[in-house]
């Protein structure tokens, strides 16, 4: 299937040349853009004529008709007939509108399902655009030059067409035949060489390893009915990322790295970094699962019926509610999920992180990783230099009491990277008070065994998880 011819898609991409949000900003205004991101699209209605920008701007960034004739002068040297016929553009009168979407990636343009300034599916294969999951995933891959890379279930290709900036070859699956077109259309439409395979999951890479591996797919738990294609995967609840986590090892090339969105059912009696943990093999892997919200069943289900435009099914919400309760579930996680392939025992730490971190995603990722593959051995870091991280502070919380403030709790904050907070006791923060650098730590704990009366060695065997936890989550580095 394709949406258009390959020749056309080219001069599609000639047609949308100056159609950017550099240029968008430059003609219009950062404040009219801002305003427009944020659904306030009086400025650009204002400013956006009938010349070349102001028409895709007014097709695909407000979502209001043109006049046939300047559309036609606007897409050139791509037809209007071609437009409407491919579904582009929609007549109405002597005027059209936007069949498609068109959304910005950096200076990427990519066409989907998604009209602009609306919200919901049209139809069961629906192609989605750039939305908020396929901006984590984009956020959190990095961007280091790698020799394979594979995009599973690559819908319009936003991350297959990120990958090709940096990975010599990229492979993009999706069962959908409609996603695939459009894969295939914005990686003409942008100049760029894509590997569009149809297939279910891994089923169209069996056999093939990679160095990068992302996956934003269809993981939305238990639909009753039919399902949507680009959400529904077919899969029993949570399947598809224990799927995905099962396939992980001979997935990915030694050293290589998976990342994948996905939802996780909270059940009662089951702490869900358990179920999280249990679906990944017992050697080969390091993991990190980051929760970044749970729903509870019924605001999960509203979400989703919202998304699908199904908000007035009371049947499929009921049916939909009682698949939970069936099975004990109090709760849905949605999260990202980092594998890096290894020798030896697998290796899972599963957290939840509900607030603000410090952009991009990609750098907590490798900062996790690299600290995680770090030696932190006992021996290692009785010899270690440390130092206080950039950016952590020690803040207290005290009361008035009899001979002034007394201080009933102390805790570590950062104010970049992952930004945690860890709450510490007066032997530790006496420890980090002399972690500048320059004394090795087997020196520091000697002086506050002295201090404190106690055997040095026996000192060292109550901080060591202590410090080697500190180093782990960024509050000490290694010098």
Same mark, same amino acid.
């Given at each position: 299937? $394709?949406?258009?011819?390959?020749?056309?898609?080219?001069?599609? &991409? %000639?047609?949308?040349?100056?159609?950017?949000? *550099?240029?968008?900003? +430059?003609?219009? &205004?950062?404040?009219?853009?801002?305003?427009?991101?944020?659904?306030?699209?009086? +400025?650009?209605?204002?400013?956006?004529?009938?010349? $070349?920008?102001?028409?895709?701007?007014?097709?695909?960034?407000?979502?209001? /008709?043109?006049?046939? +004739?300047?559309? @036609?002068?606007?897409?050139?040297?791509?037809?209007?007939?071609?437009?409407?016929?491919?579904?582009?553009?929609?007549?109405?009168?002597?005027?059209?509108?936007?069949?498609?979407?068109?959304?910005?990636?950096?200076? $990427?343009?990519?066409?989907?399902?998604?009209?602009?300034?609306?919200?919901?599916?049209?139809?069961?294969?629906?192609?989605?655009?750039?939305?908020?999951?396929?901006?984590?995933?984009?956020?959190?891959?990095?961007?280091?030059?790698?020799?394979?890379?594979?995009?599973?279930?690559?819908?319009?290709?936003?991350?297959?067409?990120?990958?090709?900036?940096?990975? @010599?070859?990229?492979?993009?699956?999706?069962?959908?035949?409609?996603?695939? *077109?459009?894969?295939?259309?914005?990686?003409?439409?942008?100049?760029?060489?894509?590997?569009?395979?149809?297939?279910?999951?891994?089923?169209?890479?069996?056999?093939?390893?990679?160095?990068?591996?992302?996956?934003?797919?269809?993981?939305?738990?238990?639909?009753?009915?039919?399902?949507?294609?680009?959400?529904?995967? =077919?899969?029993?609840?949570?399947?598809?990322?224990?799927?995905?986590?099962?396939?992980? /090892?001979?997935?990915?090339?030694? #050293?290589?790295?998976?990342?994948?969105?996905?939802?996780?059912?909270?059940?009662? #009696?089951?702490?869900?970094?358990?179920?999280?943990?249990?679906?990944?093999?017992? @050697?080969?892997?390091? !993991?990190?699962?980051?929760?970044?919200?749970?729903?509870?069943?019924?605001?999960?289900?509203?979400?989703?019926?919202?998304?699908?435009?199904?908000?007035?099914?009371?049947?499929?919400?009921?049916?939909?509610?009682?698949?939970?309760? +069936? $099975? =004990?579930?109090? #709760?849905?996680?949605?999260?990202?999920?980092?594998?890096?392939?290894?020798?030896?025992?697998?290796?899972?730490?599963?957290?939840?992180?509900?607030?603000? !971190?410090?952009?991009?995603?990609?750098?907590?990722?490798?900062?996790?990783?690299?600290?995680?593959?770090?030696?932190?051995?006992? %021996?290692?870091?009785?010899? *270690?230099?440390?130092?206080?991280?950039?950016?952590?502070?020690?803040?207290?919380?005290?009361?008035?009491?009899?001979?002034?403030?007394?201080?009933?709790?102390?805790?570590?904050?950062?104010?970049?990277?992952?930004?945690?907070?860890?709450?510490?006791?007066?032997?530790?923060?006496?420890?980090?008070?002399?972690?500048?650098?320059?004394?090795?730590?087997?020196?520091?704990?000697?002086?506050?065994?002295?201090?404190?009366?106690? %055997?040095?060695?026996?000192?060292?065997?109550?901080?060591?998880?202590?410090?080697?936890?500190?180093?782990?989550?960024?509050?000490?580095?290694?010098?």
């Amino acid at each position: 299937m $394709r949406l258009i011819e390959t020749e056309a898609a080219a001069r599609l &991409g %000639e047609a949308r040349k100056g159609f950017s949000r *550099a240029a968008l900003s +430059a003609v219009y &205004g950062p404040e009219a853009l801002a305003d427009a991101d944020r659904g306030d699209f009086r +400025a650009l209605l204002h400013r956006a004529g009938e010349d $070349r920008l102001g028409v895709w701007t007014r097709l695909f960034v407000i979502g209001v /008709p043109v006049p046939a +004739a300047a559309a @036609a002068a606007a897409f050139a040297p791509f037809t209007i007939d071609e437009a409407l016929s491919c579904g582009l553009l929609l007549a109405h009168g002597d005027a059209v509108t936007a069949g498609w979407g068109a959304q910005f990636d950096g200076e $990427r343009l990519l066409f989907s399902d998604q009209l602009p300034n609306t919200t919901g599916a049209r139809t069961r294969d629906h192609v989605v655009g750039v939305g908020g999951a396929s901006k984590l995933l984009l956020d959190a891959t990095s961007r280091e030059s790698v020799g394979s890379a594979l995009d599973l279930g690559t819908g319009c290709g936003v991350q297959a067409l990120a990958l090709a900036g940096h990975a @010599a070859r990229v492979t993009a699956t999706d069962l959908s035949e409609r996603a695939l *077109a459009f894969a295939a259309l914005n990686a003409a439409v942008n100049g760029t060489e894509l590997e569009l395979l149809q297939g279910d999951l891994l089923a169209p890479v069996a056999g093939c390893r990679f160095d990068l591996v992302v996956a934003n797919p269809p993981f939305v738990i238990a639909t009753p009915g039919g399902g949507w294609t680009y959400r529904d995967a =077919g899969r029993e609840a949570d399947g598809i990322a224990a799927e995905l986590a099962a396939a992980a /090892p001979g997935l990915l090339n030694p #050293g290589g790295t998976m990342l994948f969105l996905a939802n996780w059912l909270h059940r009662d #009696g089951e702490p869900w970094a358990e179920r999280v943990a249990g679906w990944f093999p017992d @050697a080969g892997l390091r !993991v990190w699962a980051v929760e970044r919200e749970v729903l509870d069943p019924l605001d999960y289900v509203r979400t989703w019926q919202r998304d699908s435009g199904e908000s007035d099914d009371a049947d499929q919400a009921a049916a939909w509610l009682d698949w939970f309760d +069936a $099975r =004990g579930a109090e #709760g849905v996680g949605f999260g990202l999920v980092g594998v890096r392939r290894i020798e030896g025992p697998t290796e899972v730490v599963c957290e939840s992180v509900r607030h603000a !971190v410090e952009t991009p995603w990609a750098d907590r990722v490798r900062d996790w990783f690299a600290l995680r593959a770090a030696d932190l051995g006992p %021996e290692t870091l009785w010899t *270690a230099k440390l130092r206080v991280a950039d950016g952590v502070a020690l803040q207290q919380s005290a009361a008035p009491g009899p001979e002034g403030w007394d201080v009933d709790r102390q805790w570590l904050q950062q104010s970049n990277g992952m930004r945690y907070a860890e709450e510490v006791d007066p032997l530790v923060v006496a420890f980090m008070g002399a972690c500048d650098g320059t004394a090795e730590v087997r020196l520091q704990v000697q002086l506050l065994a002295d201090t404190y009366g106690a %055997e040095a060695a026996m000192l060292y065997a109550q901080l060591y998880p202590v410090i080697r936890r500190l180093v782990e989550r960024g509050f000490l580095a290694l010098d």
